[in-house]
């Protein structure tokens, strides 16, 4: 059964292309294309089946059977320059597709239940076809399952969404201080764990409040980390990379045929295992979001800004600093969001988002091996995203 299901997320992962980048560190910061046309304001804002993921409290809003289906086209664009004189080159790895899948369904006047499947996260680089970069390749890919079961009493509601995440990993590197041991790395691991989480919601008078948090989920990697510590030198034992806890508040009010939105959300990035070992701080996620709602078709807009995880280390961190800006640069803080909607039929919509990561550029200095040529050198990331997603929706 366990195989089973790892054939069908492969399958539905091989819709896009390598690695997915994402905004908050390793986390989309929305999921669907309401919430993405928002900058990720889902927290106290129903957007729907599509909220089944970000507060299922608020699947409650549903008014028969809906269902959401679509995807993300994403594209980051990163530069890395190791310092020694041979300039920047890029990232090869600047296109791929994230997909999701939403339904949920009135069961009572007081019970609701959905499921869904969504593309949450990952990142990686590409630069095989660069030497002065190691010829780094990572490639973190995670996909969640859930089936969020929700209880509305007057106006508030309660829910819980059992998660079931698949994840995958691949680190492969040339070590330019010991080439006589050819490609470092240990092939793709895979791993599936189980997860959670709770919302709640409140509304009056046009104006919703909700809550959620969602468990830690630690997911392993056969080799994959020791492997590529290994290839430098160190001893590391880990090969946990989890997928970290986060607690959030959002409120949203309505009036006339405005909403204004706003979330608060804590991604624990320094309680997850591996990125806790590589420095990755936690992050306060701050979004706003707005909707001009007509009779047939809707305007959105968003801003989402959340600091880097990402610290320098100084040059005790030498290693640590160079995995995280060539592997693993989640550095990327202010993002800045538009969307739309239209209505086909009163049964039919299509939603449409862009999102733009604004461009960070980061710089440590490192050690030089054995001070040659000089003790220490700088090491410089640039990274920026363009995000394009699509939904059809469709209410029975």
């Keep these: 059964m366990k195989k089973t299901i790892k054939l069908a997320v492969v399958a539905a992962l091989a819709l896009g292309a ?66 020694m004189g041979t300039g920047a080159h890029d990232s090869a790895a600047d296109m791929n597709v994230i997909p999701e899948v939403s339904l949920a369904t009135k069961v009572t006047d007081n019970f609701y239940v959905g499921v869904g499947m969504w593309g949450t996260g990952g990142m990686g680089v590409d630069y095989r076809k660069n030497a002065d970069n190691f010829n780094m390749v990572t490639n973190l890919q995670l996909m969640q399952f859930g089936v969020p079961l929700a209880y509305k ?44 989480s709770l919302g709640l919601s409140y509304e009056i008078s046009g104006l919703t409040v909700g809550a959620v948090y969602k ?10 980390l020791e492997t590529a510590m290994a290839g430098f030198g160190q001893t590391y034992t880990n090969n946990k990379l989890s997928t970290p806890a986060e607690y959030g508040l959002g409120a949203s009010y309505v009036f006339g045929a405005n909403t204004v939105a706003i979330d608060y959300k804590r991604i624990k ?13 936690d992050q306060d996620v701050i979004a706003l979001g707005y909707e001009y709602n007509a009779k047939n078709w809707a305007l959105r807009a968003g801003y989402n800004y959340a600091k ?24 990327v803080e202010s993002h800045y969001a538009i969307g739309g909607t239209y209505n086909i039929t009163d049964k039919a919509s299509v939603d449409l988002a862009y999102v ?41």
């Excluded at 320098?312 to 640069?329: A, H, K, R, S, Y």
């Design 269 to 281: 990035w320094s309680d997850a295992k591996g990125y806790k070992d590589f420095k990755w701080e």
């Design 215 to 224: 468990s830690r989920i630690d997911m392993d990697y056969d080799k994959q």
């Design 356 to 396: 733009y990561a604004a461009k960070k550029t980061e710089t440590y200095t490192v050690a030089n091996p054995g001070g040659s040529p000089t003790p220490t050198r700088n090491i410089t990331t640039t990274h920026s995203q363009t995000g394009l997603s699509a939904q059809l929706n469709y209410a029975f």
């Design 18 to 83: 390598t690695s997915a980048f994402a905004t908050n560190g390793a986390a989309l910061i929305g999921m669907g294309a309401k919430s993405r046309g928002m900058a990720g304001t889902s927290i106290g804002i129903s957007h729907g089946a599509e909220s089944a993921l970000s507060n299922p409290a608020l699947i409650t809003s549903v008014e028969s059977t809906e269902i959401s289906f679509g995807g993300t086209l994403f594209m980051p664009d990163v530069t890395y320059d190791n310092g």
């Design 153 to 196: 009493m007057n106006n508030f509601s309660v829910a819980i969404t059992p998660i079931l995440q698949y994840g995958s990993l691949d680190i492969n590197f040339d070590n330019d201080q010991n080439l006589s041991n050819g490609t470092i790395g240990n092939g793709v691991s895979q791993d599936l764990q189980f997860g959670y």
């Design 308 to 331: 880097s995880p990402i610290k320098d280390q100084g040059l005790p961190g030498t290693l640590i600093n160079t995995l995280n800006l060539l592997g693993f640069p989640g550095i």
